[in-house]
Each structure stands twice: as C-alpha cells, then as structure tokens.
C-alpha cells in the first residue's frame, strides 16, 4: 500500500519542524507515537503523494517502541502527556526554516510516520489506522499502573543511567534516548548523570504501586541493545535487593521484561525464523523454549 500524506494526516496529532527534522506526533486508538524524518529537498517536486521508501532497522523500531513504552509508563511522557490534547487537531509550530516547501515537509512527516508504521495496520473496512496488537503482560501493568510522583519518575531516570553506565560507557544512542524523555521532574541528563549512586534507603522511599513497574522498565532498556552482559545482571540484582524483592519476584520481573524485548524484536523485524529468536534470547539471558513460548504468545495476539 502507499502511504501519503493525506492518508495519514487523520491521525497527526503535532508536526513540528525543528532545524531541518520534522518531528511528528500521531494518535491511534487513544494512544500517541513519536517519529522524526529528515526534510530534504526534492528538485522534482511534481507529485503531491509521498512513496514510503525508507526502511528503518529493527534496532531503531525497537527504540521507538521502547521509548513509546517509557513515555506511556510515566503518564504519557515525562514532558507532558500530550494524548491529553482534546480531539485530533494537529499541533504546527511556527519556524522560520521557510526553505523548505510545504511538499518537503510533508515528505519528512511520512518519513517520521515510517518510524512507527509497524505499530499499525489501514482497516480498509472502517478507513483508519488500528494499533497492530493488543498488548502483553508487561504493557497491560504499566498501563495499569503509571508512574504518577515525581520521585518516582526521577528515581526511575537515575536507575535507567545507572544501569547505562554499569558497563563503564553510555554510547551516543543512549544518550539521545534519555535526553529525549528528561523534564524537569527528572533533572537534565547532566544533572542526573551527577547524581550519587541510588541507595538502599531512597528506593525503599519509591512508592509501592511504582516499585516493580520502575524494575521491569530498567530491565527491559538494559536488554535492548542485546548485549546483556555480568555487569548489568549484577547490577539489576543489586536493585532487587535493596527493593526488597525475593528472589522469584525478582526474576518474575526479569522474565517480564525479556518477554517484552523479544517480542518488541519479532514485531519489529516483522519476522524472526525459531533459530533467530533462539540466537536473540542467548544475547538476553533468556531461556530459549521461554522465548519460543512468547513468539507463540505474540503470534496468537497478533491472530
């Protein structure tokens, strides 16, 4: 199917041009996706369609995801829940970037829409946009049960860096991913990057419907660039400690955030042969008939 512009535009809730990035926001189903596109230029500027022709590696759908994940564990965003908006009226910004043509932008905005297609499917029966799946344990908790104090929230972006820097580096992908999230409730990336190491004494103050969500969260960021190595699971199971969890509600919380990152993989990728989901639950820790079990889990949601 091609995608244009004016097939999307239903469900652009924000679009915003920033520099020479559209940065876009779209609603589906109540819930909201972030996608950036680059504006270029088009000397051809004979067709007011938009051919979808980029296609983003599983890596950075999964980074999408995740951060779509993030965002709706806090609320709707930790910079403001903008699902809040009342209707679908889209959001543009003024910008003084007027080199660009009304075409190009709405290039970039399909480009952004790219980002996070394959968290949707085009109903040809109703004519809109549906969400792809319905959503699995992990996501029906933190739906459930969304990060809501401050404290809560800061503590969360603390223990994501921490666990960033367990293995003595935070690459440059990382660094993108936290800045985007970061508000004042949380401290800018410098300032929680400062910050000492969370005590035993200032996660026993998380609140207690936060607690395991918090948990289940760092995991499943600290799983996603598949190279889970001694250092991170050390460091998780220093956190379970000073959060008071026994060991199997510890590794419950674990086994919760490998099911996630795997099917985020398989989703994202679009399909995964048994022996590729094998090979990616060894670069997780995860046990492979647990990982065959959530491919045949996803499966049936998917239908």
């Given at each position: 199917?091609?995608?244009t512009?004016?097939?999307?535009?239903?469900?652009?809730?924000?679009?915003?041009?920033?520099?020479?990035?559209?940065?876009?926001?779209?609603?589906?189903?109540?819930?909201?996706?972030e996608?950036?596109?680059?504006?270029?230029?088009?000397?051809?500027?004979?067709?007011?369609?938009?051919?979808n022709?980029?296609?983003?590696?599983?890596?950075?759908r999964?980074r999408?995801?995740l951060?779509?994940?993030?965002?709706?564990?806090?609320?709707?965003?930790?910079?403001?829940?903008?699902?809040?908006?009342?209707?679908?009226?889209?959001?543009?910004?003024?910008?003084?970037?007027?080199?660009?043509?009304?075409?190009?932008?709405k290039?970039?905005?399909?480009?952004?829409?790219?980002?996070?297609?394959?968290?949707?499917?085009?109903?040809?029966?109703?004519?809109?946009?549906?969400?792809?799946?319905?959503?699995?344990?992990?996501?029906?908790?933190?739906?459930?049960?969304?990060?809501?104090?401050?404290?809560?929230?800061?503590?969360l972006?603390r223990?994501?860096?921490?666990?960033?820097?367990?293995?003595?580096?935070i690459?440059?992908?990382?660094?993108?991913?936290?800045q985007?999230?970061?508000?004042?409730?949380?401290?800018?990336?410098?300032?929680?990057?400062?910050?000492?190491?969370?005590?035993?004494?200032?996660?026993?103050?998380?609140?207690?419907?936060?607690?395991?969500?918090?948990?289940?969260?760092?995991?499943?960021?600290?799983?996603?660039?598949?190279?889970f190595?001694?250092?991170e699971?050390?460091?998780?199971?220093?956190?379970?400690?000073?959060?008071s969890?026994?060991?199997?509600?510890r590794?419950?919380?674990?086994?919760?955030?490998?099911?996630?990152?795997?099917?985020?993989?398989?989703?994202?990728?679009?399909?995964?042969?048994r022996?590729?989901?094998?090979?990616?639950?060894?670069?997780?820790?995860?046990?492979?008939?647990?990982?065959?079990?959530?491919?045949?889990?996803?499966?049936k949601?998917?239908?």
């Amino acid at each position: 199917m091609e995608i244009t512009y004016d097939l999307i535009k239903p469900i652009i809730l924000e679009e915003t041009a920033e520099n020479s990035t559209m940065v876009c926001k779209f609603q589906v189903e109540g819930e909201v996706f972030e996608g950036k596109g680059n504006i270029r230029i088009d000397s051809k500027d004979t067709s007011s369609k938009v051919k979808n022709m980029v296609r983003r590696t599983v890596m950075s759908r999964m980074r999408s995801s995740l951060m779509r994940m993030v965002r709706g564990a806090v609320g709707g965003g930790m910079a403001g829940n903008i699902a809040s908006m009342a209707g679908n009226e889209v959001v543009r910004a003024n910008t003084s970037h007027n080199s660009f043509s009304a075409a190009e932008k709405k290039a970039a905005v399909v480009k952004a829409f790219e980002r996070v297609a394959f968290n949707f499917y085009y109903d040809e029966d109703s004519r809109s946009w549906k969400i792809a799946r319905r959503l699995s344990e992990f996501e029906k908790r933190l739906k459930a049960t969304p990060l809501s104090t401050a404290y809560d929230k800061k503590t969360l972006a603390r223990m994501l860096i921490e666990m960033a820097k367990a293995d003595g580096q935070i690459a440059a992908e990382e660094k993108e991913f936290f800045q985007s999230f970061l508000d004042d409730d949380t401290g800018s990336f410098a300032q929680v990057m400062r910050e000492a190491p969370l005590s035993r004494v200032e996660l026993e103050e998380v609140s207690a419907e936060g607690r395991e969500n918090i948990f289940m969260i760092t995991v499943a960021v600290a799983l996603s660039d598949k190279d889970f190595d001694q250092s991170e699971k050390d460091k998780l199971y220093e956190y379970a400690e000073m959060m008071s969890f026994e060991e199997k509600k510890r590794d419950d919380l674990i086994k919760l955030g490998q099911e996630y990152t795997i099917e985020n993989a398989i989703h994202a990728s679009g399909n995964m042969s048994r022996e590729e989901v094998y090979q990616f639950a060894d670069q997780i820790g995860m046990d492979r008939s647990e990982a065959e079990r959530a491919q045949i889990r996803l499966s049936k949601r998917l239908g």
